[in-house]
């Protein structure tokens, strides 16, 4: 158990990603960015599986077969796109789940939580293409409504490609459109 590195850990990931969303005048989000992680329900998981260099939930998630941290996590923070996704019942179809596109300031704060979560747990060698590359060795598999992935994808290629004040300015100016 390493109740006070995960502390410390998701609390610098907090401030990180309030630091950010306050750029883009999104403050409520910022203040109350990730609050669940101090719940029991996720706090505890989160110190027993403590890494420092990754996520917690995947440690748990191979221990344990499932992270029910994670699946706490992502049904109260709605900058998950995981969040965003339904069950849809079309009449004479099979039932499927569905990726529901994200309002736009969901997106702005995943936005947010990707940088976060990139230079807490890469450090020192946090780049701004870090957050970019993290998500692209993913990006085929993941289940999120095509509007929201381009618009992510976006925002991560500015950032990658242009650095931060680029992309932070794309974001606001889009979020205002």
């Not at 610098?12 to 005048?25: A, D, E, I, Q, S």
């Not at 996720?42 to 221990?63: C, H």
């Not at 999120?144 to 100016?173: C, P, Q, W």
């Amino acid at each position: 158990m390493h109740p006070l590195k995960h502390f410390i850990t998701i609390t610098h990931h907090r401030h990180l990603v309030c630091r950010y969303c306050f750029r883009l005048g999104l403050y409520w989000q910022g203040l109350t960015h990730d609050l669940s992680k101090y719940t029991p329900t996720e706090f505890i998981p989160g110190a027993k599986f403590y890494q420092g260099t990754r996520s917690p939930n995947d440690a748990e998630r191979r221990t344990n077969g499932v992270s029910l941290a994670w699946l706490h996590h992502k049904g109260r923070n709605r900058h998950h796109f995981e969040y965003w996704i339904d069950y849809v019942v079309e009449q004479g179809k099979s039932p499927s789940f569905s990726p529901l596109p994200m309002p736009k300031r969901y997106i702005a704060e995943m936005f947010c939580d990707r940088i976060a979560a990139s230079r807490t747990y890469q450090g020192k060698s946090y780049t701004d293409r870090s957050a970019y590359e993290y998500y692209i060795k993913n990006a085929d598999h993941i289940p999120m409504h095509e509007d929201t992935k381009k618009e992510l994808e976006k925002m991560l290629r500015i950032l990658a490609d242009e650095g931060e004040n680029a992309a932070f300015s794309y974001v606001r100016d889009w979020l205002r459109q």
